[in-house]
């Protein structure tokens, strides 16, 4: 999926928490999409993946204007500053940044906050769900952070377009109605 795409993006909670490279692996040569990180306050660990490796693969870093970027491009990684949102970066405001800059198709991976702002703002297109046999229960974490639904109609509706055996998981491909 990241292959398909011009931009891999996750929040700062993500970031902070996995310390992922968001990367294509397993393909042999394969071009890499974009990482694009959104960070209102760039409060991300300069010496994780991400920092390591912001010369490798282009790393673009989204905050609000008064973040310390100069680390970050001490590194390599581009900053671009975006409007402040409801919980952090206006999501609208980062899309069109990365629009302005050639970035047409965006695979968010996660942060279940970043996705339910994506959500909020009506900015999805489709919707990967992967599930797995087991069931983790308030112990796991939330794919989708809180959307302030006042009532069940309110939701983000969603029609099934595919569905698929990934390995022994299971992928279900939904479009907004």
Do not use: Y
């Not at 993500?14 to 990367?23: C, F, K, N």
């Not at 680390?71 to 671009?80: F, S, T």
């Not at 970035?103 to 968010?108: D, P, W």
Request: proline share 6%; charged share 20%.
């Amino acid at each position: 999926m990241r292959a398909r795409h011009d931009a891999v993006m996750v929040g700062g909670g993500t970031a902070r928490a996995d310390d992922p490279t968001l990367t294509v692996r397993g393909l042999g040569p394969a071009r890499q999409p974009v990482r694009v990180v959104l960070s209102a306050g760039l409060d991300l660990p300069p010496g994780g993946n991400l920092g390591r490796t912001a010369r490798d693969v282009p790393l673009w870093l989204c905050h609000v204007e008064g973040a310390d970027t100069a680390p970050w491009q001490r590194l390599g990684a581009e900053c671009l500053a975006c409007d402040s949102g409801k919980h952090g970066i206006d999501p609208a405001s980062a899309l069109a940044a990365l629009g302005r800059r050639g970035i047409t198709r965006v695979l968010c991976e996660g942060g279940g906050r970043l996705a339910a702002s994506l959500l909020a703002a009506n900015l999805v297109d489709e919707l990967a769900v992967f599930s797995a046999g087991l069931t983790l229960g308030s112990d796991g974490r939330a794919g989708i952070g809180a959307l302030g639904l006042a009532a069940l109609a309110d939701a983000p509706r969603f029609e099934l377009a595919e569905m698929r055996a990934v390995g022994g998981d299971s992928l279900t491909l939904w479009r907004p109605r």
